[in-house]
T-cell receptor, first 114, second 116 residues
Framework: AQSVTQLGSHVSVSEGALVLLRCNYSSSVPPYLFWYVQYPNQGLQLLLKYTTGATLVKGINGFEAEFKKSETSFHLTKPSAHMSDAAEYFCAVSGDFGNEKLTFGTGTRLTIIP | ETGVTQSPTHLIKTRGQQVTLRCSSQSGHNTVSWYQQALGQGPQFIFQYYREEENGRGNFPPRFSGLQFPNYSSELNVNALELDDSALYLC???????????????FGQGTRLTVV
């Protein structure tokens, strides 16, 4: 079975400050990990993904995440927050062939303080 | 290249009724998955269709059923609606099972279903 835990349902940061959203996963097989963003009344947009290879993954809008197997973590960071980053962020895990469903965390609502 | 489109965007139904939600997958995608997102929660996997066959199902009762058509579009049907079925229903399409690629889903905007 696979699962993800997002630490902190709400995170507030000042504009220009570092954004750090935490995600820990549990998986019995090598995981595929994703971060999605959801703006109000919209669907999910893929920010970045980790499949294999380089453990530091760069995504859209200046976000990046690092896969740390020893810590079973996949935290999302952005050096400098913008007002437009305010949204709900979901970490998700999937398996490989035959287990393609996404298992999501409960989400972290990011608020940017002007 | 068109994205994933869902219809309708909003829907209000009465408890006990039946509802059909529709999804057109992104061009070239042969796999469609459906997710239920209750208010304040992460999406929950309902089921997936790959080349018109069900390819995995989450922990949802049989009154949740689906179809995938030869053009890879899909329907989600829910019978005997309950108040707890009120949620955002998300459709996601992808290129299908690929060894070593994992699963990259492209989501539609969702259908907001309200059961009263």
């Amino acid at each position: 079975a696979q699962s993800v835990t997002q630490l902190g349902s709400h995170v507030s940061v000042s504009e220009g400050a570092l954004v750090l959203l935490r995600c820990n996963y549990s998986s019995s097989v090598p995981p595929y990990l994703f971060w999605y963003v959801q703006y109000p009344n919209q669907g999910l947009q893929l920010l970045l993904k980790y499949t294999t290879g380089a453990t530091l993954v760069k995504g859209i809008n200046g976000f990046e995440a690092e896969f740390k197997k020893s810590e079973t973590s996949f935290h999302l960071t952005k050096p400098s927050a913008h007002m437009s980053d305010a949204a709900e962020y979901f970490c998700a895990v999937s398996g490989d062939f035959g287990n393609e469903k996404l298992t999501f965390g409960t989400g972290t609502r990011l608020t940017i303080i002007p | 290249e068109t994205g994933v489109t869902q219809s309708p965007t909003h829907l209000i139904k009465t408890r006990g009724q039946q509802v059909t939600l529709r999804c057109s997958s992104q061009s070239g995608h042969n796999t469609v998955s459906w997710y239920q997102q209750a208010l304040g929660q992460g999406p929950q996997f309902i089921f997936q269709y790959y080349r018109e066959e069900e390819n995995g199902r989450g922990n949802f009762p049989p009154r949740f059923s689906g179809l995938q058509f030869p053009n890879y579009s899909s329907e989600l049907n829910v019978n005997a609606l309950e108040l707890d079925d009120s949620a955002l229903y998300l459709c996601a399409s992808s290129y299908g099972p690929e060894v070593g690629r994992g699963y990259e889903a492209f989501f539609g905007q969702g259908t907001r279903l309200t059961v009263v």
